[in-house]
């Protein structure tokens, strides 16, 4: 081998929280390298114009809806994937929440239950039901998307940190158990990204400036500087990349 290969010609992709932020960028960086990417998320009304885009451009995409918290509608996406493109070669577990902001003892039960069953147990059920088909195609490649709070848990986002790094035993676990049958496993833990997500923190001058104290690139990234690894770890360039946890984070934590 003397060329490294980032294409995605003819590979199905599906992206979770595909209807915006790190999630869109990922879906257009995809599409452009040839994929065939559907896009998942709650609402219709926020995926269709981003297909609608990307497919302007040529990409090959459909949206589907899917709230990440019920293995049910994880289940019929899969299976609504696998029939509309024929399989899935590549998941990007993405999706997330984080509807608590405040000190973990004052945190109530609906708040733990909410982040949990998105951000982990979406994310096993996912990639349980992605593996299966992979499985019996002999390969595949996960990329979960973690975070720098699953290493080192931000204050007012302890449960959501503790998600995360659920999230990077779980990318390596399954990197264990399911590289043996061809599958990698792999994640990504953005730092700071300019998305809704992370809108209040960017927007509150005091948290941002305390943020930045944190980042030696002084500035926090957009979108698309997640999608650079995104597309490294779904490639053949990365062929022998298994159980990695990519922090992109200008850096923050080191
Ligand atoms: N932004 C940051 O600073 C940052 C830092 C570290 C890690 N991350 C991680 O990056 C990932 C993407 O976040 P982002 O920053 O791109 O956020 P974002 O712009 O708010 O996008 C979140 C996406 O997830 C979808 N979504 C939310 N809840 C969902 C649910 N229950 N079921 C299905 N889809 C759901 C949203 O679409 P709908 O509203 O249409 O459902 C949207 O497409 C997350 O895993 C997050 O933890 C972000």
Known sequence: MTQLDFRLDGRVALITGGSRGIGEAIARVYAHAGAKVVIASRYMENLKPVADSIAADGGDITPFVCHMGYTEQIRELTRKTVETYGTIDILV?????????GNMVDAEEIAWDKTVSVNLKGYFF??????????????GNI????????????????????????VISMTKGFAKELGPLGIRVNAIAPGLTDTKFASVLIQTKEIL??????????RYAAPLEMAGAALFLASDASAFVNGAVFTIDGGAVV
């Open 93 to 101: 577990n993405n999706a997330a929440t984080n509807p608590f902001f």
């Open 126 to 139: 996912m990639a349980q039901e992605a593996a299966k088909v992979m499985i019996k195609n002999g390969s």
């Open 143 to 166: 990329i979960n998307i973690a975070s720098i709070a699953g290493m080192s848990p931000p204050p007012m986002q302890g449960i959501y940190a503790i998600t995360k790094a659920g």
């Open 209 to 218: 400036e305390l943020a930045l104290q944190h980042i030696p690139l002084k």
